[in-house]
């Protein structure tokens, strides 16, 4: 199969055309001409020089393809200005649905997100049923991505096929851009010091994410969402485990909900007076919720999680202290 992957240079982007190479399959990646492709060393692909909001660029890569990976977005939200978030992630995603279609290309996998989904108030795992339900102002991402789902919604009921893939929060070697890995990053600088707070999250490994993106192209029902996981973790247990793999003290300082709501205020304050922060006030308040998911769907379909998430988060510091990042 020939396989165009949009956002190719990135994390999840450049492990997905790792793995259609171990698969014998032919990888076309989409990237502008200035992009760094330090992920893609040593890999096999044919360069499509474009944008996923240019859409000659994105109808000369589509010819001859049999899927289309759509992974490109702005993901990382705390850092991105809102506008240019929904424009790439909504409306690229328009685009790019309107290219594969117009070439003929048999399958989009699209490579939305959890935070899409909605979450539960009992703190229970959320399934693919869970529609997005936190607050649209409190949660910009998850509404850019719900909205790019409602548009794959448009395309499958005009008959394109189209599989959708949510993947959670998302660890291993070879995040250039810092996504997920600060979490590692941080404990290691501040050890005992990382505040604890009372939520948690769902995690899973890059490689799986990739194995799993390709199982979708393979066998994926069309028109279905699948929630891609392998373990839900509070953040006590979290860094916990995440300070025993890079050798410090576990973190301790519980984070009483209070202090997380003043926190997010200040953050909100800082922001408006130009003064950056390592997160927004978003990531703060929802700190203190269990984000967790049901991945069972994806793994009786595709397969259950190949790594678990202790070799993970020994993975990726390897690889951030041999890459210079520690």
């Given amino acids: 199969m020939k396989a165009l992957v949009t956002g190719g240079t990135g ?16 990888a076309v990646v989409l990237h502008r001409a200035s992009s760094k492709l330090q992920a893609l060393d040593g890999l096999t692909y044919q360069s499509a020089i474009g944008d996923i909001l240019d859409e000659p660029s994105l109808a000369a ?17 705390w850092r991105a200005d809102p506008n240019r978030m929904f424009e790439a992630n909504v409306e690229g995603t328009r685009r790019v649905l309107n290219a594969a279609h117009s070439a003929g290309v048999q399958r989009v996998i699209f490579t939305s997100s959890a935070a ?29 991505k719900y909205l790019a789902e409602q548009v794959v919604k448009e395309a499958v009921a005009a008959g394109q096929d189209v599989v959708t893939v949510n993947p959670v929060v998302i660890l291993g ?17 501040l050890g005992p010091l990382v505040p604890v707070t ?20 393979e066998r994926g029902r069309p028109g279905e969402r699948y929630i891609l996981t392998t373990a839900n973790l509070s953040q006590r247990d979290l860094l916990g485990m995440i300070a025993d793999v890079v050798g410090v003290r576990r973190p301790f300082l519980p984070t009483p909900s209070f202090i997380v709501s003043i926190s997010a205020t200040l953050i909100d304050l800082a922001r408006a007076l130009g003064i950056p922060t390592p997160i927004d006030s978003n990531q703060a308040r929802l700190g203190v919720r269990n984000i967790f998911f049901d991945g069972r769907k994806a793994w009786a379909e595709f397969g259950p999680p190949q790594i678990d998430m202790r070799q993970s988060v020994r993975d990726t510091y390897d ?3 041999q890459n210079g990042y520690l």
């Avoid at 997905?16 to 399959?25: D, P, S």
């Avoid at 989904?117 to 850019?144: A, K, T």
């Avoid at 070697?173 to 600088?189: C, E, H, W, Y």
């Fill in 11 to 26: 994390f999840v982007g450049s492990h997905i055309v790792r793995a259609l190479n171990a698969a014998g399959h032919q």
């Fill in 61 to 77: 890569a589509c010819q001859g393809c049999d899927w289309v990976f759509h992974v490109a977005a702005v993901a990382d939200y």
């Fill in 116 to 144: 899409a989904i909605g979450l539960r108030d009992d703190g229970q795992p959320s399934d693919e049923s869970m529609s997005f339900n936190l607050p649209l102002s409190h949660f910009p991402y998850g509404h850019s």
């Fill in 173 to 189: 070697p070879g995040d250039l851009n810092m996504i997920s890995g600060s979490f590692i990053t941080q404990v290691k600088r």
């Fill in 198 to 217: 009372s939520g948690g999250i769902a995690i899973i490994d890059v490689r799986d994410v990739a194995r799993m993106h390709l199982a979708a192209a």
């Fill in 319 to 321: 690889w951030y202290r």
